[in-house]
Structure formats: structure tokens, C-alpha cells
């Protein structure tokens, strides 16, 4: 019988717990979902907590009709059960009332959805592609002009070392500049976005059905082959957004993070106009032109 290597067990079990705590991407004490950083987000998470009240309401006074029938009418009291065995009244009452509960948590669930789907007056457009295990970025455009920038976003090389089988290294390691677990939630290159715009997403996979979600925008996509799925957010704060693929798309699901940087107008410009110069000097690197002297832009 082979032995147990419990070395590798424990690292095994460390990789599992850490990549449990990436998967919520929890913040210290959290108990309820985020509030996001989006019109969206802010509203789901109001609608959840309408709900959560509802619920919170009905359990206690289900628990407590129950609690009181137990410990109030037991047998060692004497009670004796009723010999009456049908109530129009109380059949209305409990049939009803359950009724205008879904209706009226239904209308502005339904309302929230339609808002979340209209991508109208959209300044910007990206295209998301997922693909075994990665995903594509293409600015499409912004503010009416062409984007002309697409690039690959993989997991960092960090994490991807750490990941491997026997590599002696742990998960623990792999934090941000503020001491916070980024382990397999970081990636090479994120996706810069502008604050205050509304951005139209259009995503579609490559291979296999994958999942775009980044939970402070408040919803997540189905990137599908063949099909073209559209959201849209607007980021109301600058700041380092991370989300996962959402659906389970082979033995590497787990590994393709999603980094979205959310910066000020300004700031995304001068990206952009950065990433764009470096694109055409590759293409005219590649034509064999001469290229101009490039401009000095700020890095992000």
C-alpha cells in the first residue's frame, strides 16, 4: 500500500482552502454580499436585502407559531388536538398573503433586469471572448471613435507558479501591496476601464461556455460559442475590481481570473492612446515602415 505523503497533503489542503477564500474573494467579517460599485450592484444588493427582511419576518413568525404549538399545547399539559380538520379562512389568509409577497418583490426584481439588459446611450464598447483559459479583451470603441486595442489577460505567473503540482510554494505568499490574499485572482495584463461612463459589454466565447463575473458590478454573463450575450456597467469609483469565470469550463476553471482597473476619464485616455501607439508601431514594424517617434504618455 502506497504511504500517505502528508506534506503534500497539507499543501494540497492549503491550495484548496485558499483557492475556497479566492473564489468569494471575501472581505475581513463579511457576511452578506457586496454593495458594488455600480448604479446596478447598488440596486440588487438593495432588492437582496428587501428580501433577506421578508424572510428574516416569515421565519420568525413560522418558528414561533411552531415553537408555541410545542412548548404551549404539549401533551404532558394536557392539551387536546382539535377534531376540526379544514379552515377556508385560514387557507385564504396563508395562500394570499405568500401571493402579494411574490408580486411585490417580483415587480422591482423584474423592473431592475429590464434596466440591466438596455445598453442604450452606451459611450464605450468592449468585447469579452473567453477561451480555455483565458480571456480577450477588444476596445472596440470610445466616445464615438474607434478602439482599435485587444489583448490576452492570463493568470499571473505568480500564482500559476504557485499552483503547480510539488512546487513547494505557498498559497499564502501570493498577496497584494496592501498584504491581501490575490492568489489565483490577479492576471497578467486587467482590463482599464473609465469611471463614470457607461460601458456596453458583448461577450461570447471560443470553445466552451464560460462566465464573465465581476461581483461589484452586480451581474454576471454567459459568454457562449456562437452567441453574442450584452450587459453594460458604470464604475462610479477608480479602484482594482476582480472577478472570476463563473462556470465550470474544464480542469482549469479555476484558473482564469478577471482584473478590471477602473480609472478617471483622464487616465483612461492617456492609456488608451498608449495602447494604440503600440499597436500601430507593431503593425508598422511588421510592414516594414518607418515608425514616428513615440509620444510620452503616462503608464497604468
Not at 471575501?26 to 447598488?42: I, K, Y
Not at 482590463?191 to 462566465?211: E, M, N, Q
Amino acid at each position: 500500500m502506497k504511504r500517505v505523503n502528508w506534506s503534500q497533503l497539507g499543501l494540497g489542503l492549503s491550495a484548496l482552502m485558499f483557492s475556497a477564500l479566492a473564489l468569494a474573494n471575501p472581505e475581513r467579517w463579511q457576511l452578506n454580499m457586496t454593495q458594488g460599485v455600480s448604479d446596478t450592484a447598488a440596486e440588487v444588493y438593495r432588492l437582496h436585502m428587501i428580501t433577506l427582511w421578508i424572510c428574516v419576518v416569515i421565519g420568525i413568525i413560522v418558528f414561533g407559531a411552531m415553537a408555541i404549538a410545542m412548548f404551549k399545547f404539549r401533551k404532558s399539559k394536557g392539551a387536546e388536538p382539535a377534531k376540526w380538520s379544514h379552515n377556508t379562512t385560514a387557507e385564504v389568509i396563508w395562500t394570499v398573503i405568500p401571493v402579494l409577497i411574490l408580486i411585490g418583490v417580483a415587480w422591482p426584481a423584474t423592473k431592475t433586469m429590464f434596466r440591466m439588459e438596455d445598453v442604450t446611450g452606451s459611450e464605450m464598447t468592449v468585447k469579452v471572448t473567453g477561451y480555455q483559459w483565458m480571456w480577450r479583451y477588444e476596445i472596440v470603441n470610445y466616445k464615438g471613435q474607434p478602439g482599435g486595442v485587444s489583448f490576452v489577460s492570463r493568470l499571473d505567473r505568480e500564482s500559476d507558479s504557485v499552483r503547480q503540482r510539488r512546487s513547494g510554494l505557498s498559497p499564502a505568499t501570493v498577496t497584494d501591496a496592501a498584504g491581501r490574499s490575490t492568489y489565483l485572482l490577479d492576471v497578467d495584463r486587467p482590463l482599464v476601464l473609465p469611471t463614470d461612463t457607461k460601458i456596453r459589454f458583448v461577450i461570447t466565447a471560443d470553445d466552451v461556455i464560460h462566465s464573465w463575473w465581476v461581483p461589484a458590478f452586480g451581474w454576471k454573463q454567459d459568454a457562449i460559442p456562437g452567441v453574442i450575450n450584452e450587459n453594460w456597467t458604470q464604475i462610479n469609483a477608480p479602484g482594482i475590481y476582480r472577478g472570476q469565470c463563473a462556470e465550470l469550463c474544464g480542469k482549469d476553471h479555476g484558473f482564469m481570473p478577471i482584473v478590471v482597473q477602473a480609472v478617471t476619464p483622464a487616465e483612461f485616455e492617456s492609456w488608451l492612446a498608449a495602447e494604440q501607439a503600440t499597436g500601430d508601431a507593431a503593425t508598422r514594424v511588421a510592414q516594414r515602415e518607418p515608425a514616428a517617434a513615440p509620444a510620452v504618455v503616462a503608464q497604468y
